[in-house]
């Protein structure tokens, strides 16, 4: 198989309030990638992942993400990338608002997210004219999951994806992770990897803002 390049992280640093939170962190992610990043609190997992994002600016070195710079060039960078936060965002939208705005903005059809939602088991049509932020931790994680899946993006990035869903709705949510039958690459910030097992192919670990571990698993 070919190996293409999703990431290119070179030397990156980031401080916050003087703190290098990211401290010379190189890490490549190849399409195929299907990482667990783990560490303790405070380790730099999503500051990293943010960063690659374009949520932050870095202090020094470089990302690339298919070979965009990702706040020169975020439209681009944002167009084939899928990220759930750890704590879903407080959208006023109401459900169908929301799904009418993934429509126009990621060219992904409503009736597709419909699709996903109700291979979560969230009963995704009776929910449409309440606004997002009244919905339930874990409605809006499914809902969310259900957005991502059906945008086909290149890289998945699920920050503590299960976090808010039961036994049951992990089932599903890693069922239809299997089932994803294109090539992509896929980031899980976690911090127990047996959460992810079966899914992973590559372990990163992560402390004090720096890469300790990068293995195939």
Known sequence: MEHVKIVEARHVVKRFMGARVLDDVSIDIELGDKIAMMGPN??????????????????????????????????????????????????????????????????????????????????????????????????????????????KSKLFVFDEPTANLDPKARDHFYRLLFNIDYPHSTIFITHRVEEVEGLANRKIYMDLGKVVEDERI
């Open 42 to 151: 405070g380790a730099g997992k999503t500051t990293f992942v943010r960063s690659m994002l374009g949520f932050y600016h870095i202090d020094d070195g470089e990302i690339r993400v298919e070979g965009y710079d990702p706040i020169k060039s975020r439209v681009e960078v944002l167009k084939n990338i899928s990220f759930i936060p750890q704590l879903p965002p407080p959208v006023k939208l109401s459900v169908s608002e929301l799904l009418g705005y993934v429509q126009r903005s990621a060219d992904t059809p409503a009736q597709r997210v419909i699709g996903e939602a109700e291979a979560m088991e969230l009963d995704i049509k009776r929910q449409m004219e309440k606004p997002f932020f009244k919905l339930s931790g874990g409605m809006k994680q499914k809902l969310l999951i259900a957005i991502a899946l059906a945008r």
